[in-house]
């Protein structure tokens, strides 16, 4: 049986990837999965800084992180290899990548540097070429798309959503990074209109500040889809948290 590939991508930087990727990581391995997680550019990190690696680690636990090359501004990661000489990275190097990693995991999370079409290279080849060079080695590739919860999130997640059935890669779902403590309006809407929006389920909504749990592990369960690893269910969410 093949592993699980998810790409995990954003509709913009600070949405709480990192926290979203290390959640399903935690319920794989919580449910006795291998898992690995791939970092294809860390940008606005130093060497011998602590990156996204460190805090998937911290989060979630014994994963294997790995990270193909790190670029020190923070900045989109063609510019930043651009202007610190380092080589771009290829979509030939992420697939396979992926393909080493998927031969000794259950599930290889790669998770993208701001949202789908944030460029890689000189070349202007995004995380939406790198999932198509992996899903060309015939691996079974998947994309999450992590979500803001409030105002002007539809727009995006519709234009990423058409972004990539345009490239034929296939939306498994959304799921919100950060839920707030105290939603308003927009927020509790957009748990009907996010799915319309994308196409795709909603899979899961991880409260605001989930990287400060104290048991991470039970949170993630708990704000994840089954889909996902979890129990979360959208339809009793959305009933809670009902405007009407």
């Not at 890689?120 to 798309?145: K, Q």
């Not at 927020?187 to 104290?214: I, T």
């Not at 969410?237 to 009407?244: E, R």
Request: hydrophobic share 45%.
């Amino acid at each position: 049986m093949s592993a699980r590939i998810l790409f995990v991508t954003g509709t913009n930087t600070d949405v709480g990837k990192t926290v979203a990727t290390a959640a399903v990581a935690s319920a794989a391995l919580g449910a006795g999965q291998r898992v690995a997680v791939l970092k294809p550019g860390q940008t606005g990190v130093a060497p011998g800084e602590p990156g996204d690696a460190a805090e998937v680690r911290r989060l979630a636990g014994d994963v294997t992180f790995l990270e193909l090359a790190r670029y020190p501004e923070p900045l989109a990661p063609d510019t930043a290899a651009r202007r610190s000489g380092l080589p771009f990275l290829s979509p030939a190097s992420v697939a396979s990548a992926v393909a080493d990693l998927s031969d000794t995991h259950d599930l290889v999370l790669v998770e993208g540097a701001g949202g789908l079409l944030v460029r890689y290279d000189d070349e202007g080849r995004t995380l939406a070429d790198h999932a198509r060079a992996t899903a060309s080695l015939g691996l079974p590739v998947e994309i999450l798309l992590v979500a803001s919860a409030g105002l002007g999130t539809l727009n995006i997640v519709s234009l990423t959503a058409e972004a990539l059935a345009a490239r034929g890669l296939p939306l498994t779902g959304v799921l919100v990074g950060s839920w707030p403590a105290e939603p308003g309006l927009a927020e509790c809407c957009n748990l009907a209109d996010l799915p319309r929006s994308a196409g795709a389920p909603l899979l899961g909504a991880l409260p605001e500040r989930a990287g400060l749990a104290s048991d991470f592990a039970s949170l993630a369960v708990s704000s994840l889809a089954p889909e996902l690893g979890g129990h979360w269910n959208a339809e009793q969410f959305a009933k809670l948290h009902s405007k009407v």
